[in-house]
């Protein structure tokens, strides 16, 4: 394990299923299991599949500013999010660029948790914060399992009243095995799925009687990396790894804006006043690059940084490619330029494990287009 300064308390059962506990955001996170990765996305497509992310970093922010400080550092208007509600934001610095995205949920009129990655999503709410009545907790005993995938509410059904009733990207106060819990029906997979925000030192006997419960319904233990499996077929994108910071410009410092990441729907009709948000509307129609899909020839997955060719010139990077078993298809995002970011344009993705790859560009998401199944009622 690298030299992580946050910690699960679920780090033994993830030693235990083969992970060498990898850094990610300042926890020793379980990137890998000696399981099929395979195995693991077609439970969560097709069945559950249980997930420590606890690596999110968990944000109180209270008092009687609470409201404004998520106003100045979020792209969201926050005063038409009730208590039970969230909505996934994004965060940008002064020059209108991406630093992180967040999902806030309102727990009460003056109480928000806000739960981010590992960008500056603290900081920036730190900022907001100096000199108003308001206090920000950084919460790392909060644990986060998610289960996600078709029969998740199944399971809980049998454990927690009213929560087949629960609406996409709402939470309730409730309790699971006999532990206090915040149950929000929101994921990182493209699935109906549920986050179970529970105590570290509740947190083992929760994960280990969802799997022992679960098992004969095939809810399995999932790795963290299965959701770039996930992730890529449904259009999630995840900082930094398709952002400038890993693929920079030339002569440019890293940073992208929301219109060329396909985040601009995060801002909030009309809304201004955010940090960041001048610059933000002032660079609509200045796209550098677009992130876009491409449909690969063949089974064979490129890495992470494949250069895209077309024309014999190198045009863009590919920055998460994955196959699925179960819909037979190899599909990678990509950053590209914004004239190559069109449907069934051809291009060539250079493997340096796998050689040339045939590809066409192709819109995203491929899996569940019209986003029904992680909001079905």
């Known amino acids: 394990m690298t030299n992580s300064w946050r910690f699960s308390t679920l780090g033994d059962r993830h030693r235990a299923l083969g992970s060498k506990l990898e850094d990610w955001s300042g926890m020793g996170t379980a990137w890998s299991y000696d399981g099929d990765p395979d195995a693991e996305y077609m439970a969560i497509r097709t069945k559950a599949g249980l997930m420590d992310v606890s690596g999110l970093k968990k944000v109180h922010i209270t008092g009687h500013a609470a409201s404004h400080v998520i106003e100045r550092a979020t792209t969201r208007n926050v ?13 940008l610095n002064d020059a209108g660029k ?8 309102r727990m009460g009129p003056n109480s928000f948790m806000v739960v981010h990655g590992s960008g500056q999503g ?14 920000i907790r950084f919460d790392d ?36 095995f006999g532990k ?3 149950l929000s029906r929101t994921g990182y997979t493209g699935e109906r799925g549920y986050e179970i925000f529970v105590r570290g030192q509740d947190a083992g006997e929760v994960w280990d009687r969802i799997l022992t419960e679960g098992r004969d319904m095939g809810i399995i233990p999932c790795r ?3 959701l770039d499996m996930l992730r890529t077929e449904s259009y999630l994108l995840f900082f930094p790894f398709d952002n400038s910071e890993m693929y ?27 940090r960041g948000a001048e610059e933000h509307y002032r660079l609509k129609g200045k796209e550098r690059f677009k992130i876009w899909g491409l449909k690969l020839e063949g089974k064979n997955v490129p890495g992470n940084g494949a250069p895209v060719f077309k024309g014999g010139k190198q045009v863009g990077v590919v920055t998460q490619a994955m196959y699925s078993p179960l819909n037979d298809w190899t ?21 340096g494990t796998h050689g040339p790859i045939k590809a066409k560009t192709a819109s995203l998401p491929f899996y569940d287009v019209e986003k029904k199944r992680r909001s079905a009622k």
């Open 331 to 351: 599909v990678a995002i990509a950053r590209l330029p914004v004239d190559c970011a069109v449907d069934g344009a051809d291009v060539e993705v250079r493997c």
């Open 98 to 105: 991406f630093v992180d995205d967040c999902i806030i949920y």
């Open 248 to 274: 920079p410009f030339e002569n440019e410092g890293p940073g992208d804006t929301l219109w060329e990441l396909g985040l601009d729907f995060t801002v909030s009709s009309g809304k201004v006043g955010f």
């Open 79 to 91: 005063e038409r999010l009730m208590p039970g509600k969230a909505i996934y934001a994004c965060m």
């Open 180 to 182: 206090p819990i915040t």
């Open 141 to 176: 005993n909060l644990h986060d399992l998610s289960l996600q995938g078709p029969l998740a509410v199944d399971f809980l059904e049998k454990h927690i009243p009213g929560v087949r009733a629960l609406p996409y990207m709402s939470h309730m106060a409730t309790s699971l």
């Open 122 to 135: 603290h900081e920036q709410l730190t900022m907001a914060a100096t000199g108003r009545d308001v206090s």
């Open 224 to 226: 963290f990396t299965t």
